[in-house]
């Protein structure tokens, strides 16, 4: 499957962004699915989550009550939305899709990559 990242951008702290990750080539529905980021010089860090069965979601500690992570299977589109940023949000946001079932939240776990899409929040 093929995933391509959209949407982000600059924002100022205490704004909004939606993020979107169009899949192709395989059953979106299928595939669990998740958001990292990597800041410069930092590891790639999970985000959020979701699996394809049962609609499970899971968050990272640090986004909690900020970033909502959902996917229309009919559009074959993952999103991930953003209120709140703080400049410590900034990042190149990647979307990947994983084989397994349930929550994957470990690099290694998903299988597709995206190319990333750059997030810069302004102080």
């Known amino acids: 499957v093929k995933v391509v990242e959209s949407g982000g951008g600059l924002v100022q702290a205490g704004g909004s962004l939606r993020l979107s990750c169009a899949a192709s080539g395989r059953t979106f529905s299928r595939y669990a699915m998740g958001w990292f980021r990597q800041a410069p010089g930092k590891e790639r860090e999970f985000v959020a989550a979701n699996s394809w069965i049962g609609g499970d979601t899971y968050n990272t500690d640090s986004v909690k009550g900020r970033f909502t992570i959902s996917r229309d299977n009919a559009l074959d589109t993952l999103y991930l939305q953003m209120n709140s940023l703080k400049p410590e949000d900034t990042a190149v946001y990647y979307c990947?899709?994983?084989?397994?079932?349930?929550?994957?939240?470990?690099?290694?776990?998903?299988?597709?990559w995206g190319q990333g899409t750059q997030v810069t929040v302004s102080s």
């Open positions: 990947a899709a994983s084989k397994r079932v349930g929550i994957a939240t470990i690099p290694i776990e998903y299988d597709y």
